[in-house]
């Protein structure tokens, strides 16, 4: 019962960045780096939260996929067309969430750091499997975008690896002047990969603020934009190791909830027990991973 | 190529509007406030507030703040301006705003939470025509004459009694704690909880817990709703949280799990939605809005006091809350409540206010 708890707790927390982490897979395959992951985050927790309150919560859930795509294309103009750096349009993209959410809330709200509360999605039980005492917490009452979360997984490893758009976006992103010579529409194919970053990274958002917690809270993202960075470089830009990422990140997380302060361990190391793990797995078991050979320059016609 | 450049220069533009318009939606109000009230001609007192981090709508700590404003603004509202400000995200500009109203001919300036003490202390001393008064820190050293007034609870007392109450109410023996940033205020909380738990069933198991080290645990209600899941499913029944706006995913844990939460500083119950209200047992009430209000109040009347003031059962500045929702729900263990409040009152529990108070308080209660 406890390590069904635990499986659960960690899949909760392991969710929001495993989207926006398939999100950041598609954008660094597409050679566009996008720090702005968290900003996009904040719109989507904000304007699920908004669209949840005034029309129910899937059409929270467009919205904040609509907001994050907003976010995204302004990225993908300054970066795609206008080549600006893209760690800086990144961080112009993760200030200007911050302050936009909070104005917003001033105005529509009236409170600058919290919307009022609203409903998620139906839970759901998962038929066959919740007889089975083991599983029982893992697919009892579970959240519809868990699920389809989940399911993105080896629909985003498919779209990449097998379609001709995936081809396409990967080609772009390793060698953009070999892909234009063959004809393929370049920032077509970028704009595609920052886009379905945002799109995804707002799901991310309005899962924290709709499914999680019922309320949209400012900061309640909490940095896990950029953990979901990590989890994509250490899943080596790759969906299912993406996946992985996530669920290592979530379970230390999930573990951390759980060791109880004991008198011999300080607290505060207690609460580092994430960002340890991390580090160790990073340094230990991850022994080489290479990214996109065209990831993070822009691409202008007639340079070489 | 030129298509392009003016697309960029109106990008540019547009950001540079947004950012401008976040700058000053609160300069918006002001004006329109000196102006509405230019005509009445009189010289108004100038009161302005610096929430802490989760800000207004936390449901809770600010919120509670922000109730006394209000109600000063309204009762004494020929002869008070009040203006009100909200830290940026991380609440590295606390400092910076208390200035800014220091220097915008403010006469009493308000810095609700102990994160403030710092900087209180810092800009009154620069500002020493201007009157502060602070929430929850202490500042050494303060006497009648100073220009900064501490508003310190015991949170320690209310806290027992919703520990008390816990304790009656819980039907598997265990309850839990959720806390927000670790620190002395917050253990408080904590101890005065656990104590007051002990006090009516000495073999209670509580769990105790914090979401993290940081003013950012006050507006993780992620975090917080995970901790006290793990709680309830370790089988505590009664959680307690004290996490500003953190504290919303613990109620909303409560009601997903069907089981209790406790609310705190503001009545929680009056706040939560329709489905929330059954598992709200009952809130610890810290009367901030009492505070706020009269130090405002002191001020209006000319008798503005530097040093510190407390406020604590016997002052009603810390209680239980009772309200429609949960009147029911706690009939039979208010006598016992009320039973022990006129004992803390009266001195005759000594409710303890840190970890070694505590041992002592269990050691001395229970050979």
């Given at each position: ?304 | ?158 806290s027992f009694l919703v520990g008390a109450a816990a304790a ?7 309850i ?16 005065g909880y656990m104590a007051g738990a002990k006090y009516v ?5 509580i ?33 307690y ?127």
């Amino acid at each position: 019962m406890f390590f069904g708890e635990l499986l659960a707790s960690s899949l909760r927390m392991a969710v929001p960045i495993l989207l926006t982490a398939l999100g950041a897979v598609f954008t660094e395959r597409a050679g566009v780096v996008n720090i702005g992951l968290e900003g996009m985050m904040i719109v989507g927790s904000f304007w699920g939260a908004l669209g949840a309150y005034y029309y129910g919560p899937y059409f929270g859930l467009l919205l904040a996929m609509a907001a994050g795509m907003f976010m995204a294309l302004i990225h993908a103009i300054n970066t795609v067309t206008f080549r600006v750096d893209q760690v800086v349009s990144g961080v112009a993209i993760n200030i200007l969430a911050y302050g936009s959410t909070r104005f917003l809330s001033l105005a529509i709200f009236n409170m600058a750091t919290t919307s009022p509360h609203v409903s998620g999605l139906p839970k759901i039980n998962i038929p066959v499997l919740s007889g089975i005492e083991f599983l029982k917490p893992l697919v009892t009452d579970v959240s519809p975008v868990i699920i389809l979360a989940l399911v993105l997984v080896p629909i985003s490893s498919f779209v990449i690896n097998r379609t001709v758009f995936g081809l396409r976006l990967r080609s772009v992103g390793e060698n953009p002047l070999a892909a234009d010579t063959l004809g393929i529409n370049v920032f077509k194919m970028k704009y595609a990969g920052v886009l379905l970053s945002g799109i995804l990274s707002g799901l991310s958002g309005a899962y924290l603020a709709l499914e999680h917690t019922g309320m949209y809270v400012e900061g309640m993202t909490q940095g896990e934009g950029f953990i979901a960075l990590a989890a994509m470089i250490f899943g080596n830009w790759e969906p299912k190791g993406a996946l992985w990422a996530s669920l290592l990140f979530g379970f230390s997380e999930a573990l951390s909830f759980r060791v109880v302060e004991g008198g011999v361990v300080p607290y505060q190391f207690i609460k580092m027990i994430p960002y340890v793990l991390t580090l160790l797995v990073l340094t230990g078991v991850v022994k080489k991973s290479t990214g996109p050979a065209a990831s993070g320059v822009p691409y202008e016609r007639g340079l070489k | 190529m030129n298509g392009r450049k003016i697309l960029a220069i109106a990008l540019v533009l547009v950001l540079m509007a947004a950012v401008l318009a976040g700058c000053s939606g609160n300069k918006g109000q002001q004006q329109q406030n000196q102006q509405g009230q230019q005509p009445s001609g009189e010289e108004k007192l100038k009161v302005g507030l610096v929430f802490d981090v989760g800000g207004r709508g936390d449901l809770s700590f600010n919120d509670s703040a922000y109730a006394g404003l209000e109600r000063a603004a309204k009762d004494f509202a020929d002869k008070i301006e009040v203006e009100y400000r909200e830290p940026s995200a991380g609440g590295q500009d606390r400092e910076q705003l208390l200035r800014l109203l220091a220097e915008n001919g403010f006469d009493l300036i308000f810095g609700v939470g102990f994160l403030f003490t710092e900087h209180i202390q810092k800009v009154s001393q620069e500002f020493p025509d201007v009157k502060f008064a602070l929430i929850d820190g202490a500042i050494d050293g303060l006497d009648e004459n100073s220009n900064v007034a501490c508003l310190l609870f015991k949170e320690h007392e209310g806290s027992f009694l919703v520990g008390a109450a816990a304790a009656m109410k819980s039907k598997t023996g265990k309850i839990g704690f959720v806390g927000g940033m670790k620190s002395p205020l917050i253990e408080r909380f904590e101890v005065g909880y656990m104590a007051g738990a002990k006090y009516v069933n000495p073999n209670i198991e509580i769990y105790s817990d914090y979401i993290g080290t940081t003013g950012d645990a006050f507006k993780d209600p992620v975090k917080g709703k995970e901790l006290a899941l793990n709680q309830f499913k370790k089988g505590a029944d009664v959680v307690y949280h004290a996490s500003g706006a953190s504290g919303v995913g613990v109620i909303e844990a409560a009601a997903a799990e069907k089981k209790f939460a406790i609310g705190v500083d503001s009545d929680q119950s009056l706040s939560a939605t329709e489905e929330q209200r059954p598992y709200i047992l009952t809130s610890m009430l810290k009367r901030v809005d009492v505070a706020v209000y009269e130090t405002i109040k002191s001020m209006v009347e000319g008798n503005f006091k530097g040093g510190y003031k407390v406020f604590g059962l016997a002052e009603d500045g810390v209680g239980y809350a009772e309200n429609d929702y949960n009147k029911e729900l706690i009939a039979d263990i208010k006598p016992k409540l009320e039973e022990i409040k006129e004992k803390i009152v009266k001195g005759e529990i000594k409710v303890p206010v840190d970890k070694t108070e505590y041992n002592e308080f269990l050691k001395s209660n229970f050979k």
